[in-house]
């Protein structure tokens, strides 16, 4: 069985503009930038690691290098897999409070407020 397949990925609402991801883990949840949630989709994907590995670059188009990409993992990936068990239970919840077209209409009205009033 591969063992980046009991990592679960979900997408992540969050106020960055770069999409970011949750990663959960037996009860672990980490967040991550979107290159390594798709590195991990290719190491879920992939029978073995170098396959994997070979897919991500031509993915990316050569952009990285074997050794940065294995560094790359053990690093970040190997470490979710490896963590200590916590018999901590916990709960994950998403509650969308007001819809993105009202938060850009009302920051687009209250940009004023963070304008420098004048340079000393």
Do not use: W
């Amino acid at each position: 069985m591969n063992e980046y397949n009991s990592i679960t990925i979900h997408p992540l609402s969050a106020s960055t503009q770069e999409k970011r991801y949750l990663l959960s883990c037996e009860g672990r949840y980490y967040e991550t930038s979107s290159s390594i949630a798709e590195l991990l989709v290719e190491l879920q994907q992939n029978a073995t690691q170098e396959e994997a590995v070979n897919a991500y670059i031509h993915k990316t188009g050569g952009r990285y290098t074997v050794e940065q990409i294995k560094q790359i993992i053990n690093k970040f990936i190997v470490p979710i897999l490896s963590a200590p068990k916590q018999q901590k239970h916990t709960f994950l919840y998403e509650k969308e409070l007001f819809p993105a077209t009202a938060i850009d209409r009302f920051s687009d009205a209250f940009r004023f407020l963070f304008n420098k009033i004048g340079s000393t």
